[in-house]
């Protein structure tokens, strides 16, 4: 394997439970992390949790606990949803590990060898909500935190900050003109741009609180929780001589957009400050909207991701909001256009093509997939060609990691395959003489549709496709699968056994 790849989520703050603003972060990096996979990359996929700072601790006072026990009592809560989301992480990384401790600090002197680091006063305005220090005039009216609209608190404390204005230029001029860019989409990185050019210094320490990782050269202090969380894609790794940090970084760092200027200004500069690459790319996704506005707890507009997995269930909600959401916009989410979706594309869809199919193969060819030899015509070459224009598609869209674009294109082969199998009717043809060719040649088609289905679609409904796989009875297993051998038309071999199984999206009541 001569390519890795190596991708992230944010670590997502212990204050609360999740909300599918978190799990829709983490369910896109997870279909990238499949899709590489499928690619025969070498990948690494991490996640985890983000446990120190203010905002952690006072969500652990407020129920009358001590920090840790409040973290290692939740944390189990947030592992028990990837795995009901079928997310396929390959490390999980909570910042509290005596791993991310001990290796964060290693970072941290590296950086102040570096003599970029030096110690001043801090006074301004702090959003714990935000865990973040802003300027005066980036408030709104009455002294308002910009991105939840509450009070902000008055900080005035020592502080050690990191002499980032040294990096402007490096930044500018070396790292955001690079190709392809390393900050996307294009439009995020001409907002970090022209944030850039007004470059200051950042307060990289706390001296009022505890909850956090002591400075390594003066423990009155903490790290500040945002310098210290970006860590964890280094530390999770190994940073600085483990045998997963030398394979895999730099990665990517899949975030929302609104902690972008961490990511994208802050990290790569301090990276490079020690004499560490940079992330190959920041990826800044866009917000969920519920009814119009940013999807939050603190508005009450939060949604458990449970309440859509009960009824839809996991691939439903995986596909949902990589399908109707570009990736990178924003996007918003109804109960109305779930359930449209769900019964269009999965249920009467991809779903009722797979139930139609196999059971044709079960009662007109004793459940063996026929040869399509000598009766292939034109619409049977018509599917062939979508299906090889999708594929094009989807591995085009799945490197730019435009999942929306990608599952159009799968549609778009569900869609032409349905209509395809109105229109030949095989469960007429049958019955008329001479027509066993025509049907063979049909039916292997659809077979065929089902197992490039199948494989496309693995990363983003994988419990869907392994069931469809088993059902096809093809004997190398769906994990073994790899592109781009596995989406060539022509693999499934006459004479395979299929079996009916369950309907993969039973429909849901309006
Ligand atoms: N702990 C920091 C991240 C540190 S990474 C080194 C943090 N945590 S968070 O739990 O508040 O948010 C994590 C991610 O969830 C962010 O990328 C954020 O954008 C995403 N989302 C939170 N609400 C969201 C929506 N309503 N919509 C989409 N994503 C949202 O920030």
């Known amino acids: 394997m001569d390519h890795t790849f190596y991708v992230t989520t944010p670590i997502y703050y212990v204050n609360d439970v999740p909300h599918i603003g978190h799990a829709y972060t983490t369910v896109a990096a997870d279909a990238a992390a499949r899709y590489h996979r499928l690619r025969g990359h070498e990948t690494f996929f991490l996640t985890g949790t983000d446990e120190h700072g203010q905002k952690v601790e006072r969500a652990a006072r407020e129920r009358g606990k001590d920090p840790q026990a409040w973290c290692d009592e939740i944390v189990p809560d947030w592992k028990a949803l990837w795995g009901r989301l079928g997310i396929s992480n390959d490390d999980f990384i909570r910042t509290t590990e005596q791993r991310h401790k001990e290796r964060a600090q290693a970072f941290w002197q590296a950086l102040k060898d570096t003599g970029d680091v030096y110690l001043d006063t801090y006074e301004g305005p702090y959003c714990i909500a935000c865990e973040e220090f802003y300027a005066p005039d980036k408030l709104l009216d009455g002294n308002l935190c910009p991105v939840h609209g509450r009070p902000v608190e008055q900080l005035r404390e020592e502080n050690y900050f990191f002499r980032l204005s040294k990096y402007k230029d490096w930044l500018l001029n070396d790292y955001y003109a690079r190709t392809p860019a390393p900050v996307q989409p294009r439009a995020r990185l001409n907002e970090v741009i022209a944030f850039c050019q007004d470059l200051k210094d950042t307060s990289i320490t706390r001296s009022s609180l505890t909850w956090g990782i002591p400075v390594p050269w003066d423990p009155k202090h903490v790290m500040y929780v945002w310098v210290e969380a970006l860590l964890n894609y280094v530390t999770a790794l190994g940073y600085p001589d483990g045998a997963n940090f030398k394979t895999f970084w730099p990665g990517v760092n899949i975030v929302g957009k609104d902690i972008l200027r961490f990511h994208a200004v802050t990290w790569p500069a301090m990276l490079h400050a020690a004499g560490v690459d940079p992330p190959q790319l920041v990826f800044a996704h866009g917000w969920l909207l519920v009814g119009g506005e940013k999807m939050s707890k603190t508005k009450l507009t939060g949604i458990h991701p449970d309440d859509l997995l009960g009824t839809f269930g996991s691939d439903a909600f995986r596909y949902y909001f990589l399908r109707e959401v570009a990736f990178g916009q924003d996007g918003s989410f109804s109960?109305?256009?779930?359930?449209?979706?769900?019964?269009?594309?999965?249920?009467n869809g991809f779903g009722n093509l797979a139930s139609r199919v196999l059971t044709l193969i079960e009662s007109n060819r004793d459940g063996f997939v026929p040869s399509p030899d000598g009766g292939e015509q034109d619409p049977e070459r018509a599917v062939r060609s979508t299906v090889e224009k999708a594929v094009a598609t989807?591995?085009?869209?799945?490197?730019?990691?435009?999942?929306?674009?990608?599952?159009?294109?799968?549609?778009?082969?569900?869609?032409?395959?349905?209509g395809y199998l109105v229109e030949t009717a095989p469960w007429k043809l049958v019955k008329e003489p001479n027509t066993d060719k025509r049907v063979n040649a049909i039916l292997y088609t659809c077979a065929e549709v089902l197992r490039v289905l199948a494989v496309l679609l693995s990363p983003v409904t994988p419990d869907a496709c392994g069931r469809l796989w088993t059902s096809l009875g093809i004997p190398d297993s769906l994990a073994e699968q790899r592109l781009p051998a596995a989406a060539r038309w022509g693999g499934l071999a006459p004479g395979t056994r299929v079996g009916k199984g369950e309907p993969l999206f039973p429909r849901v009541e309006a």
């Open 335 to 347: 109960w109305e256009s779930l359930h449209a979706r769900y019964t269009s594309e999965l249920a």
């Open 394 to 418: 989807y591995d085009d869209a799945f490197e730019r990691l435009a999942f929306h674009e990608a599952l159009e294109a799968v549609d778009a082969i569900v869609r032409h395959a349905n």
